[in-house]
């Protein structure tokens, strides 16, 4: 749950979340994310949104780029909110345990 401010009201194209997902380290992708934005920091707009799920085996761990076009959206304030899958999937050696998220960078063009 982040809020980028860009200082002003700027048209946005796209955004994109860089993600890590390393099963073996319990670092997961996010079940969700949603992309909201506003102009004043009080009221916000969803513009894009995605559900990922839990993967039903594990991954090679990487980085994936989770992309949202904005479409030149017009705002100040990017308020991103990724929910993690809260525990381990039952085929985790770990299974019942704290989920991770990690995320590399967020870029806003």
């Known amino acids: ?5 860009m200082g002003q009201v700027k048209k946005l194209d796209s955004l994109t979340l860089s993600c890590i997902d390393a099963n ?3 670092v997961f992708l996010p079940d969700s ?3 909201s934005v506003s102009a004043d920091s009080v009221h916000y707009t969803t513009v894009a949104s995605e559900n990922l799920g839990v ?6 761990a990487s980085i994936q780029d989770l992309s949202y076009s904005l479409n030149g959206t017009q705002c ?3 308020h991103i909110f990724a929910k993690n899958i809260g525990t381990l999937p039952k085929w985790h050696h770990y299974a019942g ?4 998220m990690a995320f590399d960078e967020i870029i806003v063009k």
């Open 1 to 5: 749950d982040v809020i980028v401010d």
């Open 97 to 100: 345990e704290k989920a991770w």
């Open 24 to 26: 073996y380290a319990w």
């Open 55 to 60: 993967p039903e085996k594990q991954r090679r």
């Open 76 to 78: 100040r304030y990017i």
């Open 33 to 35: 994310v949603q992309i």
